[in-house]
């Protein structure tokens, strides 16, 4: 009988085939063991490779994933307690570029790691979400793999040998695990995409130059097949999308696809070794997935014969790496829930979307001069100010440059982010915003006012920097939050420069006495310090070898000049900086600007005039443009010339050193770096407020002749960029910036005629409209094709893109003003969309169809109830709309209006006789039940008012109560139902009553609201159990007491889930655990492992 505590190194396949193969390079196989640990359920295979004892587990038929893996792998650890690492081996999808050559019958094996990623759809057409990145192998692994590939390098590999010497052993795999012909390796063009029905890609897809990648044979010098190392990706789904698989390949340097490494690398530290049976795209197919399998063994026993025995030995077994027996019985929940948490801060720092607020910090860093601005973080108002205990410091800029920091809810958004990683008891309120919020909803300022007050709260201290509110569009906003806040824990620090309207604003809110106007003499003393080391420091001047009269001259003049203003100061350095004499630096001396503004006029005046002109746009692209420009993108903008004709671009007009690009405007603008989810990026900035301030005072830099000028950059560019589809955004930087933007400006230079000729002269190209169409459609979409279905007409796009103008000249043309048309169904559609009121007025004007079906909500009234825009609503109804007009997912209006919260849109509509009380849409539901999910007690008032009907159910059963306490969960709501007689027991099909429903969701003072009007606290119902139960799976504490406190039977038995205690047992909540024993819970004799495995098994699915 074989001893499980001999066995070193788990094996660990996904599929029958991947098994075989590993099972069959055993060099001898060792009897089963007569009994494993209680909780495991794997079956295994044991034996010897090399000197290595190895144990093989196969998952559950029909059962593949990341999950499915951490099962296995927690299960192979409670039976065998000495294994030191992992090997998981077996299929995967190639990802080939041209840097690596990667075929049918390749080995990847992964060295940099898992890098984890989650579909919505696994087909091309469908987006995917990047998780990030898990643990590389161990470092025993890695050396074991870099000595094989020097031997591999050295003496190329026998792994086809060793599978033949396999396959003459057992010669019934010969069929079905030897190498397919080398005719089978197909690999199609990234645009072709096998149909939607069963055959023979050959027959289907073709086999000509045109489908198929160029690939040449490989050299007898080379391996066959060929080893990589590298990236490996995981997800729970196969990968069958080449431009994804094209997109990941090229942005992340992934080399092949695979659904299980996931699951493993963070607690079982393992290496993935995965022979080549596709290449992750449509055109998938079984013939290869015998010899990949084949080919993965092969080199995983190399792999082992070059680790020594005592190598294995030396190391920790994973059990003791993981702390303890205790840690690894929850490996696999441990796992799970670490996954989810990862994937649940990745999912809410998308859905936050907050801006970076570091850039601005580190720019700040670098620019301070050292020992300036002691004065004040040595004074006794700052030291008071931040005396006591330590606080969570939490920190913003608002940018005058950069539209993703101008706003409060840009301020909002940043602070919930940097507050998430700040606790637990924060990073929970959070959690509880982003479910409140389904599908992905966002969350509206009130509601972020709110998350953060009581993040603060929870948190328990905060100090808030806010940076330049001056530069904020909404500073009033700011201010009046601040002042309603209900958090007394935050200390505020606030800056800005004292323009009067906002001295008033911040003297009312904290006090004349806690506001603090600069120290004049203290900064001017500051500027002399910051003049000395210019002077003394800067190679520029330690260059010049200046004598100590022009050096002292220096100083006075720029020291006694600046008034106050560092900017000034420095823009004087600059230009003394750039003298060829000392008689020039004394010219120049004699004459220094009196102001910025003078100082401004000089520096453009100075530009070189073969380069003004760019410079020029350059600046019009950073005063008005809606992002900051990307380094690369602003050398698109100099290559780009407009006074030409007709305007061009060129890449032989780009710079050869990007950063060249300063010397078009110098002193004027700055290169910052701005740190983003795909690394850190270069952008162009404004040098400073007062250049945007100043720019804007000139005729050049106004909104519409600026407009003028970048619509015409940016068509010029979309007109000469070329290159396959799928290579324009890789070679021509700009092609998104122009792409997305151009219609932007183009609105507000549209009333200009040759402009809108221009516009109209694009448009008309088939070629480039295709072109910008692609990239257009959905920018940062990586499932672009270029025959996508989507695509609308050039009327559609000028009504889309409020180019009422265009659309105007278009219609004149002959343009089919009601064809159906692009993602929206028509024009109309389209220009409701985006709330386009102008243009929806012009095109109802000139004929179009206000009753057309078509797009995500088939009708315009119910597109316009969708998007709140009570205008478009009372013109489509002065225009004898239908408006019981219904749409299948979405139902009619007044649904949508009132589950949006559109208090004047539902009034209109009920004014205009919809049917209060119909219930339809994807979940048959009434208005008032939408309105109630939404949580606006105006709406639910209105409707109620309006005689809707209280117990109207959906598909599920489900009341408006049930809504209430399941959506946004209004109190408010849940009040106004109940007062109106709304059935308090009242049960659906899934989740029960309401109570079940609040319990679940842990809102407090909803269920104490629900107790007192007469709940049922026992009430057996909903895949829960009793609302005690529902309370325990998210494991409120203070839920939890509530109910206990109200009656709840804490011994109360759930057929299949058993009692409170067994929830609590299975969440591992010890004091759940312990409320629910001080109210009398225990645990019945021989049910507590049946049930809290069951529910064990269970929270694992659900997480």
Same mark, same amino acid.
């Given at each position: 009988?074989?001893?499980?505590?001999?066995?070193?190194?788990?094996?660990?396949?996904?599929?029958?085939?991947?098994?075989?193969?590993?099972?069959?390079?055993?060099?001898?196989?060792?009897?089963?063991?007569?009994?494993?640990?209680?909780?495991?359920?794997?079956?295994?295979?044991?034996?010897?490779?090399?000197?290595?004892?190895?144990?093989?587990?196969?998952?559950?038929?029909?059962?593949?994933?990341?999950?499915?893996?951490?099962?296995?792998?927690?299960?192979?650890?409670?039976?065998?307690?000495?294994?030191?690492?992992?090997?998981?081996?077996?299929?995967?999808?190639?990802?080939?570029?041209?840097?690596?050559?990667?075929?049918?019958?390749?080995?990847?094996?992964?060295?940099?790691?898992?890098?984890?990623?989650?579909?919505?759809?696994?087909?091309?057409?469908?987006?995917?979400?990047?998780?990030?990145?898990?643990?590389?192998?161990?470092?025993?692994?890695?050396?074991?793999?870099?000595?094989?590939?020097?031997?591999?390098?050295?003496?190329?590999?026998?792994?086809?040998?060793?599978?033949?010497?396999?396959?003459?052993?057992?010669?019934?795999?010969?069929?079905?695990?030897?190498?397919?012909?080398?005719?089978?390796?197909?690999?199609?063009?990234?645009?072709?995409?096998?149909?939607?029905?069963?055959?023979?890609?050959?027959?289907?897809?073709?086999?000509?130059?045109?489908?198929?990648?160029?690939?040449?044979?490989?050299?007898?010098?080379?391996?066959?097949?060929?080893?990589?190392?590298?990236?490996?990706?995981?997800?729970?789904?196969?990968?069958?999308?080449?431009?994804?698989?094209?997109?990941?390949?090229?942005?992340?340097?992934?080399?092949?696809?695979?659904?299980?490494?996931?699951?493993?690398?963070?607690?079982?530290?393992?290496?993935?070794?995965?022979?080549?049976?596709?290449?992750?795209?449509?055109?998938?197919?079984?013939?290869?997935?015998?010899?990949?399998?084949?080919?993965?063994?092969?080199?995983?026993?190399?792999?082992?014969?070059?680790?020594?025995?005592?190598?294995?030995?030396?190391?920790?077994?994973?059990?003791?790496?993981?702390?303890?027996?205790?840690?690894?019985?929850?490996?696999?929940?441990?796992?799970?829930?670490?996954?989810?948490?990862?994937?649940?801060?990745?999912?809410?720092?998308?859905?936050?979307?907050?801006?970076?607020?570091?850039?601005?910090?580190?720019?700040?860093?670098?620019?301070?001069?050292?020992?300036?601005?002691?004065?004040?973080?040595?004074?006794?108002?700052?030291?008071?100010?931040?005396?006591?205990?330590?606080?969570?410091?939490?920190?913003?800029?608002?940018?005058?440059?950069?539209?993703?920091?101008?706003?409060?809810?840009?301020?909002?958004?940043?602070?919930?982010?940097?507050?998430?990683?700040?606790?637990?008891?924060?990073?929970?309120?959070?959690?509880?915003?982003?479910?409140?919020?389904?599908?992905?909803?966002?969350?509206?300022?009130?509601?972020?006012?709110?998350?953060?007050?009581?993040?603060?709260?929870?948190?328990?201290?905060?100090?808030?920097?806010?940076?330049?509110?001056?530069?904020?569009?909404?500073?009033?906003?700011?201010?009046?939050?601040?002042?309603?806040?209900?958090?007394?824990?935050?200390?505020?620090?606030?800056?800005?420069?004292?323009?009067?309207?906002?001295?008033?604003?911040?003297?009312?809110?904290?006090?004349?006495?806690?506001?603090?106007?600069?120290?004049?003499?203290?900064?001017?003393?500051?500027?002399?310090?910051?003049?000395?080391?210019?002077?003394?420091?800067?190679?520029?001047?330690?260059?010049?070898?200046?004598?100590?009269?022009?050096?002292?001259?220096?100083?006075?003049?720029?020291?006694?000049?600046?008034?106050?203003?560092?900017?000034?100061?420095?823009?004087?350095?600059?230009?003394?900086?750039?003298?060829?004499?000392?008689?020039?630096?004394?010219?120049?001396?004699?004459?220094?600007?009196?102001?910025?503004?003078?100082?401004?006029?000089?520096?453009?005046?100075?530009?070189?005039?073969?380069?003004?002109?760019?410079?020029?746009?350059?600046?019009?692209?950073?005063?008005?443009?809606?992002?900051?420009?990307?380094?690369?993108?602003?050398?698109?903008?100099?290559?780009?010339?407009?006074?030409?004709?007709?305007?061009?671009?060129?890449?032989?007009?780009?710079?050869?050193?990007?950063?060249?690009?300063?010397?078009?405007?110098?002193?004027?603008?700055?290169?910052?770096?701005?740190?983003?989810?795909?690394?850190?990026?270069?952008?162009?900035?404004?040098?400073?407020?007062?250049?945007?301030?100043?720019?804007?005072?000139?005729?050049?830099?106004?909104?519409?002749?600026?407009?003028?000028?970048?619509?015409?950059?940016?068509?010029?560019?979309?007109?000469?960029?070329?290159?396959?589809?799928?290579?324009?955004?890789?070679?021509?930087?700009?092609?998104?910036?122009?792409?997305?933007?151009?219609?932007?400006?183009?609105?507000?230079?549209?009333?200009?005629?040759?402009?809108?000729?221009?516009?109209?002269?694009?448009?008309?190209?088939?070629?480039?409209?295709?072109?910008?169409?692609?990239?257009?459609?959905?920018?940062?979409?990586?499932?672009?094709?270029?025959?996508?279905?989507?695509?609308?007409?050039?009327?559609?796009?000028?009504?889309?893109?409020?180019?009422?103008?265009?659309?105007?000249?278009?219609?004149?043309?002959?343009?089919?003003?009601?064809?159906?048309?692009?993602?929206?169904?028509?024009?109309?559609?389209?220009?409701?969309?985006?709330?386009?009121?102008?243009?929806?007025?012009?095109?109802?004007?000139?004929?179009?169809?206000?009753?057309?079906?078509?797009?995500?909500?088939?009708?315009?009234?119910?597109?316009?109830?969708?998007?709140?825009?009570?205008?478009?609503?009372?013109?489509?109804?002065?225009?004898?709309?239908?408006?019981?007009?219904?749409?299948?997912?979405?139902?009619?209006?007044?649904?949508?209006?009132?589950?949006?919260?559109?208090?004047?849109?539902?009034?209109?509509?009920?004014?205009?006789?919809?049917?209060?009380?119909?219930?339809?849409?994807?979940?048959?539901? %009434? =208005?008032?039940? +939408?309105?109630?999910?939404? @949580? !606006?007690?105006?709406? *639910?008032? $209105? #409707?109620?008012?309006? &005689? /809707?009907?209280?117990?109207?159910?959906?598909?599920?059963?489900?009341?408006?109560?049930?809504?209430?306490?399941?959506?946004?969960?209004?109190?408010?709501?849940?009040?106004?139902?109940?007062?109106?007689?709304?059935?308090?027991?009242?049960?659906?099909?899934?989740?029960?009553?309401?109570?079940?429903?609040?319990?679940?969701?842990?809102?407090?003072?909803?269920?104490?609201?629900?107790?007192?009007?007469?709940?049922?606290?026992?009430?057996?119902?909903?895949?829960?159990? %009793? =609302?005690?139960? +529902?309370?325990?799976?998210? @494991? !409120?504490?203070?839920? *939890?007491? $509530? #109910?206990?406190?109200? &009656? /709840?039977?804490?011994?109360?038995?759930?057929?299949?889930?058993?009692?409170?205690?067994?929830?609590?047992?299975?969440?591992?909540?010890?004091?759940?655990?312990?409320?629910?024993?001080?109210?009398?819970?225990?645990?019945?004799?021989?049910?507590?492992?049946?049930?809290?495995?069951?529910?064990?098994?269970?929270?694992?699915?659900?997480?």
């Amino acid at each position: 009988m074989s001893n499980p505590e001999t066995y070193t190194i788990g094996w660990i396949c996904a599929i029958t085939t991947e098994f075989v193969a590993a099972r069959s390079f055993f060099d001898k196989e060792h009897e089963a063991l007569e009994n494993t640990a209680s909780c495991d359920n794997n079956n295994y295979t044991l034996g010897r490779i090399g000197k290595h004892n190895v144990v093989m587990a196969i998952m559950p038929k029909e059962e593949v994933g990341t999950t499915t893996a951490a099962t296995v792998a927690r299960d192979m650890l409670r039976t065998f307690p000495n294994i030191r690492f992992g090997l998981m081996v077996g299929i995967g999808g190639g990802a080939p570029t041209a840097e690596h050559d990667i075929r049918l019958g390749d080995v990847v094996v992964n060295t940099r790691g898992v890098f984890q990623y989650d579909y919505d759809k696994e087909i091309q057409g469908r987006t995917f979400q990047t998780r990030g990145s898990l643990n590389k192998p161990p470092q025993l692994l890695l050396t074991a793999i870099s000595a094989l590939g020097a031997e591999y390098e050295l003496k190329g590999h026998e792994l086809n040998k060793r599978i033949e010497t396999v396959l003459q052993q057992y010669p019934r795999l010969r069929k079905k695990y030897s190498r397919p012909s080398s005719d089978t390796d197909r690999f199609y063009e990234s645009n072709i995409i096998h149909p939607d029905q069963l055959g023979e890609c050959l027959d289907l897809c073709g086999s000509g130059f045109q489908s198929l990648g160029d690939r040449g044979q490989r050299d007898e010098e080379e391996d066959d097949p060929a080893i990589h190392y590298g990236l490996i990706a995981s997800g729970n789904r196969v990968m069958k999308n080449a431009v994804t698989r094209d997109s990941m390949a090229a942005e992340k340097n992934v080399l092949c696809f695979e659904m299980e490494a996931a699951g493993l690398a963070n607690h079982f530290p393992c290496v993935m070794i995965r022979g080549i049976c596709d290449y992750s795209d449509s055109h998938k197919n079984d013939k290869w997935q015998g010899f990949a399998s084949m080919i993965g063994a092969a080199y995983a026993t190399d792999l082992l014969s070059k680790i020594p025995p005592s190598k294995v030995e030396s190391e920790k077994p994973i059990r003791e790496v993981l702390s303890s027996i205790e840690s690894t019985a929850t490996f696999t929940r441990d796992t799970v829930i670490s996954m989810a948490s990862g994937h649940r801060n990745d999912k809410i720092l998308s859905w936050l979307s907050p801006p970076d607020h570091s850039s601005n910090a580190n720019q700040a860093r670098g620019y301070r001069h050292p020992g300036t601005g002691t004065w004040f973080l040595n004074s006794r108002t700052f030291q008071d100010w931040k005396s006591g205990d330590k606080h969570t410091t939490l920190a913003f800029f608002f940018d005058f440059s950069d539209s993703r920091k101008q706003t409060l809810e840009d301020l909002l958004r940043s602070l919930a982010a940097q507050l998430y990683y700040t606790g637990k008891e924060a990073t929970e309120k959070l959690d509880d915003l982003f479910a409140s919020h389904g599908s992905g909803q966002q969350p509206d300022t009130k509601a972020l006012q709110g998350c953060i007050d009581a993040m603060i709260e929870a948190r328990g201290d905060a100090s808030i920097i806010i940076d330049a509110l001056d530069e904020c569009t909404e500073w009033q906003k700011v201010l009046q939050w601040l002042e309603r806040s209900t958090s007394s824990r935050a200390r505020i620090l606030i800056t800005g420069r004292p323009e009067q309207e906002l001295k008033t604003g911040l003297f009312r809110l904290f006090g004349k006495q806690n506001c603090i106007s600069l120290d004049k003499k203290a900064i001017d003393a500051d500027i002399w310090s910051y003049v000395d080391a210019e002077l003394e420091k800067r190679p520029s001047f330690v260059d010049m070898n200046l004598s100590p009269d022009v050096l002292d001259l220096m100083r006075d003049k720029i020291g006694n000049g600046a008034d106050g203003m560092f900017r000034w100061a420095s823009c004087q350095l600059d230009v003394l900086a750039s003298c060829l004499s000392p008689r020039g630096v004394k010219t120049a001396l004699e004459s220094l600007p009196h102001n910025l503004d003078e100082t401004y006029y000089r520096m453009i005046e100075r530009i070189p005039i073969e380069n003004k002109a760019s410079a020029i746009r350059l600046l019009q692209f950073l005063v008005h443009t809606k992002r900051p420009l990307e380094l690369k993108e602003a050398v698109e903008v100099i290559a780009t010339q407009i006074d030409l004709e007709p305007p061009c671009f060129s890449t032989d007009s780009r710079l050869f050193k990007p950063h060249d690009v300063l010397r078009y405007c110098p002193g004027l603008i700055v290169i910052t770096e701005n740190r983003e989810w795909s690394g850190t990026v270069e952008e162009l900035h404004l040098a400073h407020f007062s250049v945007k301030e100043y720019l804007l005072q000139q005729a050049d830099f106004n909104q519409r002749n600026a407009s003028i000028a970048i619509t015409r950059t940016c068509l010029a560019y979309l007109r000469d960029i070329d290159g396959t589809w799928f290579s324009l955004e890789r070679l021509f930087p700009m092609a998104q910036y122009a792409a997305k933007h151009w219609t932007e400006y183009a609105i507000l230079a549209q009333d200009i005629e040759d402009t809108t000729s221009s516009i109209i002269e694009f448009l008309r190209d088939e070629t480039k409209f295709r072109r910008w169409t692609y990239l257009y459609q959905d920018i940062g979409n990586l499932f672009r094709s270029e025959s996508f279905s989507g695509r609308g007409s050039r009327l559609y796009y000028a009504c889309l893109c409020n180019l009422r103008a265009v659309a105007r000249r278009l219609i004149a043309e002959g343009d089919n003003i009601n064809a159906q048309s692009g993602d929206c169904g028509t024009a109309l559609l389209a220009a409701i969309s985006r709330n386009n009121l102008e243009v929806v007025q012009m095109l109802l004007e000139n004929g179009a169809n206000v009753n057309v079906q078509g797009g995500p909500y088939t009708h315009p009234l119910i597109a316009a109830s969708a998007q709140s825009n009570t205008e478009i609503l009372q013109l489509l109804l002065s225009k004898g709309v239908d408006v019981e007009a219904l749409d299948e997912q979405h139902g009619n209006a007044l649904q949508v209006a009132s589950g949006g919260g559109n208090v004047k849109a539902v009034q209109y509509l009920l004014e205009n006789e919809a049917d209060i009380n119909t219930c339809s849409g994807l979940r048959s539901q %009434s =208005a008032l039940n +939408a309105a109630a999910e939404y @949580g !606006d007690p105006e709406v *639910v008032r $209105l #409707l109620l008012k309006h &005689g /809707a009907n209280i117990h109207s159910t959906d598909d599920l059963g489900r009341t408006a109560l049930h809504n209430a306490c399941s959506g946004n969960n209004s109190l408010e709501t849940v009040r106004l139902l109940l007062e109106n007689g709304a059935d308090v027991n009242a049960q659906c099909d899934k989740l029960g009553s309401a109570l079940h429903i609040a319990s679940s969701s842990g809102n407090l003072e909803t269920i104490q609201l629900l107790l007192d009007n007469g709940a049922d606290i026992n009430m057996p119902y909903g895949n829960d159990g %009793s =609302a005690l139960h +529902a309370a325990l799976i998210p @494991g !409120d504490l203070e839920v *939890v007491q $509530l #109910l206990l406190d109200k &009656g /709840a039977d804490p011994n109360m038995l759930h057929p299949i889930f058993g009692t409170p205690l067994h929830y609590a047992l299975a969440t591992g909540s010890p004091a759940s655990i312990q409320l629910l024993k001080n109210k009398g819970a225990y645990d019945k004799e021989g049910e507590e492992g049946l049930f809290a495995e069951r529910l064990r098994h269970m929270a694992f699915y659900r997480e």
